[in-house]
């Protein structure tokens, strides 16, 4: 698999990786929001034999579903997070963008720096940690990525052009990379 340039030292600081550290599988936990990446003490990671990385909570949403807001992991840790002030306005503003496109400009802010290089570093990160190493949390993470991404509209892609640019070669990369039993519907979603 590829990773080119994207998956950069950025990244690597964005998760709290340090050089020379050892990294481990982590099991998906609901509530690892909860913990900053960059903090050296975690439940359970200082009898380990190594570090693992904490992913955010990445909100999927697709408002053509009634009950989208109840069921995805992400999107109620990412919701909790906001400020009812935000919560607010992310579903009552009538802005430019629909609410998707809304969630992944956010996303992107928040937990990115704004660097599209940076969200696809992310992208490339977790699928070679779920690869290499069987990270279940990786795999949940890049999932949830990917999900919110395709949810975003034709505007939202023309707004984020070089992300998209940059995001086909990566995806290409990684879902040649699959086994061909592992995307059927039903097994990963």
């Known amino acids: 698999m590829q990773t080119k340039h994207i998956l950069s030292s950025n990244i690597l600081r964005v998760r709290g990786i340090t050089s020379g550290e050892k990294l481990i599988p982590g099991s998906y936990e609901q509530d690892d929001d909860n913990i900053l990446p960059n903090s050296s003490s975690r439940d359970g990671n200082a009898n380990q034999d190594g570090r693992y990385v904490v992913y955010p909570p990445i909100p999927v949403v697709d408002s053509s579903l009634s009950i989208w807001k109840s069921r995805h992991t992400g999107t109620k840790r990412y919701l909790h997070k906001l400020s009812p002030t ?16 809304r969630l992944f400009q956010d996303v992107m ?10 969200m696809l570093g992310d992208l490339q990160l977790s699928y070679t940690f779920f690869l290499y190493l069987n990270c279940f949390s990786s795999l949940e993470h890049w999932k949830d990525m990917v999900a919110m991404i395709c949810l975003v509209d034709a505007k939202g892609i023309r707004n984020q052009a070089e992300f998209y640019r940059g995001l086909i070669p990566v995806l290409h990369s990684q879902i040649s990379t699959i086994d061909q039993g592992f995307l059927e519907v039903g097994r990963w979603l």
């Open 86 to 101: 935000e919560r607010t306005s992310l579903f009552t503003n009538d802005g430019a963008f629909a609410i998707a496109n």
């Open 109 to 118: 802010q928040k937990y990115y720096e704004k660097s599209w290089e940076t």
